[in-house]
T-cell receptor, first 113, second 117 residues
């Protein structure tokens, strides 16, 4: 089983649509959770951290369910510029450091005009 | 925000040669940096953790003698791909973060696209 699993998509949605991405992680001891976005042939950029109480940043809402080991990202009123691959990222508990990140394979989103 | 740079942004080399990639933290000091590799249509895979002043920690399956990491200062880590082969062609990305007990956010360099012919 992969440490972090995501639906690869692709998701093709019209402008203005609401789209949700899901992610599950296998290590119950994981401490930190993030959503990154990666544009084609570019480096990942931090979109938002995910907190237990859920958090919102403009059109983006992230949720964490520790009991189910499940993370979600909701994008409202999607824009053309939201087209990218969204990476679910969990910190990896390993000997020596809690700072290593494990990436999901990413969910590709295309917002259509 | 934290800025991480990488050089070169792309490189083409012949099979058997070595390539050095630099990763710099521009506005913060990083005792730890990370090196990732990403093949087309795949996610980032952690290769190694680079520790300033000590040996790097390599992930399982990553050859430490092939991928040499040096972290000689708090703002610079280098990855040298020795005796490169076509299967080493990939997107190499480094990351670092202010850390300091924070939520472990990391910031990524722009990546280096390596093509071995």
């Amino acid at each position: 089983r992969k440490e972090v699993e995501q639906d690869p998509g692709p998701f093709n949605v019209p402008e203005g649509a609401t789209v949700a991405f899901n992610c599950t992680y296998s290590n119950s001891a994981s401490q930190s959770f993030f959503w990154y976005r990666q544009d084609c042939r570019k480096e990942p950029k931090l979109l938002m951290s995910v907190y237990s109480s859920g958090n919102e940043d403009g059109r983006f809402t992230a949720q964490l369910n520790r009991a189910s080991q499940y993370i979600s990202l909701l994008i409202r009123d999607s824009k053309l510029s939201d087209s990218a691959t969204y990476l679910c990222v969990v910190n990896k508990i390993s000997s020596g450091s809690a700072r290593q990140l494990t990436f999901g394979s990413g969910t590709q989103l295309t917002v259509l005009p | 925000g934290a800025v991480v740079s990488q050089h070169p942004s792309w490189v083409i080399c012949k099979s058997g040669t070595s390539v050095k990639i630099e990763c710099r933290s521009l506005d913060f000091q990083a005792t730890t940096m990370f090196w990732y590799r990403q093949f087309p249509k795949q996610s980032l895979m952690l290769m190694a953790t680079s520790n300033e002043g000590s040996k790097a920690t390599y992930e399982q399956g990553v050859e430490k003698d092939k991928f040499l990491i040096n972290h000689a200062s708090l703002t610079l880590s280098t990855l040298t791909v020795t005796s490169a082969h076509p299967e080493d062609s990939s997107f190499y990305i480094c990351s670092a973060g202010p850390f300091a007990g924070g939520p472990h956010e990391q910031y990524f360099g722009p990546g280096t696209r390596l093509t071995v012919t």
